[in-house]
């Protein structure tokens, strides 16, 4: 049978891009905002990072990198990465009302661009003298586990053995799920993606929820690309590697029904399926079965999405107003 | 805290324009396309050195520097074209449809299992006739799954398109391995590159075909949307479904029959690919078309005719950026970044076209900018 020793953690690592992913489209789709430009913002934040933590590290060729700068640089340059994506989505769509599924795609084709551009071209286009983007110093720092990790047994293993992006984007989620259910902030939030001319007219500032909303949420997906290549790949950036990712935690959103907390565990559980197939067993001459078995998460996700729209459960419906845009003299 | 301010006048508001003609909104998208233009030379000239005027003549000589590489350009414009033309009733009535890339894909491994199963064993003609009804049949069905669940039970329809994708792309991959050519390999290769059996005939030269299609498939659109009552009931069903359900269009018989055509038409895009042009099938040869021609689509304001020159402009684009990387030894994806950049510049510009800025004046008054 499967090692869930062996298992658990790596379909953690797996999981923790998807939470974050799902957690800023979460936070994205509660302002009204659908935002398919997920993936490309990941691909952003991923690269931003990298290209932060790429240079600190010809910085410091021979000399000793400072810990707190190795993880902050990259962590801030991931973040304005992700943020000027976010401000570039919200103009779009929130000031000058454009399309969202347009503009969230034009975004993924962009994002994708850039961060295989830049992961392909940087060494290039800076003249450094090294063969491949392979940080594995900056990496070091990012996923140092807890100290007693490893002696803890399997319990370690299992619970306290990842990078601290990890114990992040759990918090995150837990905090954003206590955020929209508990706070004056996010019943507003809530209001302007449930109906945004009501929350308009009980004095809500829109334009800003909407604003903040999807920035912060871009900033908190791209943080799920920055854990992918500074601790899941060791620092190495190889161009695709993050594959669909972007999408599978959009199809996440709709799988927790809009709830972050409940993402926590599902993300784990997609993790799993994304990997799954690395674990059943399929014989030397039957390689093919593999590529069956990596269809699960997606027709896992089809399956939910064709249940909860079956169900028709009042709690359980996207915010009303997703997709569309709002102007105020537009009734 | 009780003090209370008059709330200033803002320096501008916007306001709904009337009606623009026609000639005045493609003034605004050209000046747009103009200004993204410029800024992607702006960023090439920055990451290259090279000067801007040698940056639009690279551009050029990619999509149109000899014969060949024109007709190439031709190609590939076609078959974006026809995925477009595909998605567009569906977005017409308001329906999602971003697994375009599924359809084709489902397409493409269609024609392709005739052409591996069949081959050397029927005559010609009949493979040829197998691959263009299985391929057409494969492309409709992926379309009508997520079509039936939108009709019974109003499920969202861009995310079970987006998941029907990768269910199709892993399909393509199980068989890539079942076939592949030599064992091991994980691609399966031209397939009957001795018997030229499936192969779709060459049409005066070996690029036409596509073209040809693709010129017929506009037509046929065009006059399906504007002189039929399909394409009428379609455009009442994207207004407003309870104005379609009043006047008694069935709405779901129309969202089905709807992405019945959208995928068949996907399927006949993915028959062109690997029957006609690769001659092959990999999970990667839709290369997602699927997605820009969702761009593709909305940019022409679902105009079958203007779709022409969209997808001319991405593709001149997609082409010219890739010699431009191949001169300057960068990565491919540069394409990706400057199409990005276009994209964004015209998906801005239908702000103007629909409203106007109007600015506080210094006594109060406004005037009309």
């Known amino acids: ?331 | 805290m009780s003090k209370t301010t008059t709330p200033r006048e803002p320096l501008f508001h916007i306001v709904k324009r009337d009606e623009l003609t026609a000639k005045q909104a493609t003034m605004i998208r050209v000046a747009a396309i103009i200004i993204g233009l410029i800024v992607c030379a702006i960023i090439t000239t920055i990451l290259t050195g090279d000067n801007p005027i040698k940056v639009y003549q690279t551009i050029f000589k990619g999509a149109f520097g000899t014969t060949r590489k024109t007709w190439i350009t031709l190609q590939n414009m076609s078959i974006l074209l026809i995925i477009s033309l595909a998605l567009t009733p569906a977005f017409k009535m308001q329906f999602w449809n971003i697994g375009g890339e599924g359809q084709v894909l489902m397409g493409g491994l269609a024609a392709a299992s005739c052409m591996i199963l069949m081959g050397d064993k029927l005559p010609n003609a009949v493979i040829i006739i197998a691959m263009i009804v299985s391929s057409i049949v494969a492309g409709a069905v992926w379309g009508l799954i997520p079509a039936i669940f939108k009709a019974k039970w109003n499920t969202n329809e861009t995310l079970a398109t987006l998941m029907m994708n990768y269910i199709a792309t892993q399909l393509v991959a199980y068989f890539t391995i079942l076939w592949e050519v030599p064992k091991g390999s994980g691609k399966i290769g031209i397939i009957n590159q001795d018997s030229h059996a499936g192969w779709l005939p060459e049409v005066g030269n070996k690029y036409l075909l596509p073209i040809i299609i693709a010129v017929l498939i506009t037509v046929f659109i065009y006059i399906y949307q504007k002189y039929t009552k399909h394409g009428y009931e379609i455009s009442v069903v994207g207004e407003s479904e309870n104005t379609a359900r009043y006047i008694g269009i069935k709405v779901e018989k129309v969202i089905i029959r709807t992405m019945l055509l959208s995928g068949a038409i996907c399927g006949v895009a993915g028959l062109l690919l690997s029957g006609g042009i690769n001659h092959t099938i990999t999970t990667t040869i839709v290369d997602g078309q699927g997605f820009t021609a969702v761009m593709v689509s909305w940019l022409a304001k679902f105009n079958p005719i203007t779709m022409v020159a969209t997808s001319a402009l991405i593709i001149l684009m997609d082409r010219g950026a890739g010699e431009i990387s191949t001169t300057f030894g960068l990565n491919e994806s540069f394409a990706d970044i400057l199409t990005g950049v276009l994209l964004f510049f015209i998906i801005g510009c239908e702000f103007f076209i629909r409203y106007k800025l109007s600015f506080r004046k210094s006594n109060g008054k406004e005037v009309k900018a």
């Not at chain 1, 304005?80 to 084709?109: D, E, K, W």
């Not at chain 1, 990790?149 to 990078?163: D, E, M, Q, R």
Request: hydrophobic share 45%; with cysteine.
């Open chain 1, 1 to 331: 049978m499967i090692d869930l020793v062996a298992f658990i953690p790596r379909a953690v690592q797996q999981g923790v891009p998807l939470l974050f992913g799902s957690t800023g489209e979460t936070i994205t789709e509660k302002s009204g905002n659908l935002n398919l430009g997920i993936p490309g913002v990941m691909y952003v934040g991923a690269i931003s990072g990298v290209i932060g933590s790429f240079f600190y590290e010809q910085a410091c060729t021979g000399s000793e990198m400072n810990g707190f700068l190795a993880i902050t640089i990259p962590l801030l340059c991931s973040l304005i990465g992700s943020l000027l994506m976010g401000l570039l989505y919200c103009f779009l769509t929130v000031t000058l009302r454009a399309n969202q599924n347009v503009t969230g795609l034009a975004m993924t084709t962009f994002g994708v661009g850039f961060g295989n551009f830049f992961g392909g071209s940087l060494i290039r286009i800076s003249g450094a003298d090294v063969p491949s983007i392979a940080l594995s110093r900056t990496s070091g720092y990012f996923s140092k586990a807890l100290p007693f990790a490893s002696s803890l047994g399997g319990f370690g293993k299992i619970f306290l053995s990842y990078g601290f992006l990890a114990y992040v984007s759990i918090i995150i989620a837990l905090y954003t799920s206590y955020l929209f259910k508990h706070t004056r902030v996010g019943l507003h939030l809530r209001s302007v993606g449930e109906s945004p001319a009501t929350a308009d007219a009980a004095g809500v500032n829109v334009i800003l929820y909407k604003y903040l909303a999807t920035c912060i949420g871009c900033m908190v997906a791209g943080l799920g690309g920055l854990y992918y290549v500074m601790d899941y790949a060791c620092g190495v950036w190889s161009n695709d590697a993050f594959g669909d990712r972007g999408w599978l935690a959009i199809a996440l959103v709709i799988f927790t029904i809009w709830k972050p907390d409940i993402g926590i565990l599902s993300s784990i559980l997609f993790g799993g399926l994304y990997i799954l197939y690395l674990y059943l067993p399929t014989g030397m001459d039957h390689m093919e079965y593999k590529e069956l078995y990596k269809m699960l998460p997606y027709i896992v996700t089809m399956i939910v999405l064709v249940i909860t729209s079956m169900r028709n459960k009042r709690e359980n419906q996207p915010p009303a107003s997703l997709g569309t845009n709002y102007f105020r003299e537009e009734r």
